[in-house]
């Protein structure tokens, strides 16, 4: 009797990270390959797995190598769906594009950072002709990553502004704004480059290699489009997909085998050997100002034990942090409140997510206490 070994290995792994959570893992969200991704997968022998906050991409293999050779250029797309009704809450999007918009996450944007390779895109250069929103992600000659704190910070650069930027505390690229994208069905698409003066160029990725699509094609297979406007206009990014369209997950993750991909984004050597990449996903947490209102007691001041985060008080019942301070599941152990009868309160707790308050161009959470 013959008997047949069947070995997989990882094409690639992402993993989805949160600033938000502890120990950054989040694993709050499902995933579906697209059909044409199914399809695909069955003919290139690949299967994919959910491990905790991980997507393993799995491939049939002989040798460390794919026995369905890698021969053409290839994507597969997976939609990701939350769980967590309240994550666009402790997350930094801007509150102004939910409507028609999508995460697009893609091994083509080739961000790396040491060892690292990121489906995000990299962050944006400050820009002093750029209007930037409350929550934008900028980055500095030095490499530094900023936060804008205020509605609106054109020209205001962020090294010496420290009233409208704050410096992230995390090291590594989030998602940011340029990464959520229009979404819409070919129909969409396609009425729309009708009824307008525009040139709809369809494409992957501009820099390394032409998708260019009909409609039956796009309404195949969704793609990454540039939206090129004949009046010359900053062009624009759209994922087309009728079936995204219709459910509305919250992101797409393409993953592409091509060879122009640099080594730390290709999933196979020259050779065909199987490089298995680990890509990584980072969302940022969302900055509130955290307002404390008190019932029944007053108080002289709240202070941070740590000297990290300074509160204004309003008044006696009321006291706001003087700069944005990020949501987490791990709790900042060291507010406390001075109350002359009580003496030093001690352990306050931090706002829940349920609630971001948005208030005169800025977001506030707040905590009641009835001590």
Not at 287 to 306: E, V
Not at 309 to 337: H, T, W
Request: neutral net charge.
């Amino acid at each position: 009797m013959q008997l047949f070994n069947v070995r997989y290995e990882p094409l690639c792994v992402v993993e989805l990270q949160h600033e938000y959570y502890t120990r950054k893992k989040f694993a709050d969200f499902s995933l579906q390959p697209s059909p044409a991704t199914a399809t695909l997968m069955r003919q290139y022998g690949l299967l994919h797995k959910q491990i905790d906050n991980q997507l393993y991409l799995l491939v049939q293999t002989e040798q460390m190598r794919p026995k369905r050779r890698l021969d053409k250029p290839l994507c597969w797309s997976f939609y990701v769906y939350l769980k967590d009704t309240y994550f666009t809450n402790f997350t930094n999007i801007r509150l102004d594009s939910f409507r028609q918009r999508i995460y697009h996450f893609s091994n083509l944007h080739a961000n790396a950072q040491g060892n690292d390779a990121y489906l995000t895109r990299p962050i944006a250069t400050y820009d002093p002709k750029t209007s930037y929103h409350l929550g934008d992600w900028v980055q500095t000659k030095d490499g530094r990553y900023w936060e804008s704190i205020a509605p609106d910070t054109q020209g205001k650069n962020p090294t010496d502004n420290s009233e409208y930027w704050q410096a992230c505390t995390t090291k590594v690229p989030c998602a940011t704004f340029l990464d959520r994208i229009s979404l819409c069905g070919t129909n969409e698409l396609f009425n729309q480059a009708q009824a307008a003066p525009a040139v709809w160029g369809l494409s992957a990725n501009s820099d390394t290699y032409d998708q260019t699509r009909n409609a039956t094609q796009l309404h195949e297979q969704g793609a990454l489009c540039r939206l090129s406007t004949a009046d010359k206009q900053p062009d624009t990014w759209a994922y087309v997909d009728d079936l995204a369209w219709k459910q509305s997950p919250f992101a797409v993750i393409d993953i592409h085998h091509h060879p122009s991909l640099s080594a730390h984004n290709a999933l196979v050597d020259d050779s065909g050997q199987l490089r298995s990449p680990r890509y990584a996903i980072r969302f940022a947490s969302r900055s509130t100002l955290w307002r404390y209102l008190l019932y029944n007691k007053t108080a002289d001041a709240l202070q941070d034990k740590s000297n990290q985060y300074p509160f204004n008080k309003i008044s006696d019942r009321e006291f706001v942090s003087r700069r944005p301070i990020p949501l987490s599941q791990e709790p900042i152990r060291s507010l406390m409140l001075q109350i002359p009868a009580l003496g030093a309160f001690n352990l306050l707790p931090n706002p829940q997510v349920y609630q971001i308050i948005p208030e005169e161009g800025k977001i506030y959470s707040n905590i009641h206490l009835n001590l």
